[in-house]
């Protein structure tokens, strides 16, 4: 039997249009990888601006009240803030923050904040 057309061109095609739909899968499965390491780190930065601002919040209120305690630990659903209180001069107080999430994000920050005044004059991450 004698086969007239072996050009052959179905299997290039094929191979062709299998190709590029593993290209596109694999680029749309880099696509929502990334963005689930996006999201998964714009919540850790949520949780701690969020513990943190809850944290100077309770002791800048302590400072005020003049009945705070110069190292502490407050725990929240997510993590936990220690904290310790210097007075650098008077009515200005440095604030050492300590901020662990529980999946073992550690981040350090310090707060400047002057009780005359009564505003924080500033907030710096380490």
């Known amino acids: 039997m004698k086969i007239n057309n072996e ?59 003049e009945d705070y305690l110069s190292a502490g630990k407050f725990s929240y659903n997510k993590g936990t803030v220690n904290f310790t209180i210097h007075e650098k001069e008077k009515n200005m107080y440095s604030i050492m923050l300590g901020i662990n999430l529980d999946n073992h994000l550690s981040i350090k920050s310090e707060v400047i904040y002057n009780q005359q005044e009564k505003r924080i004059l500033r907030w710096e991450e380490k």
């Open 7 to 65: 050009k052959g061109y179905i299997f290039p095609l094929t191979l062709g249009i299998v190709v590029t739909c593993l290209f596109v899968l694999t680029t749309s499965i880099e696509i929502f990888l990334s963005e689930k390491r996006y999201l998964k780190e714009m919540e850790e930065y949520y949780l701690v601006n969020s513990m943190s601002s809850m944290a100077v919040k309770k002791i800048v209120d302590s400072i005020n009240k």
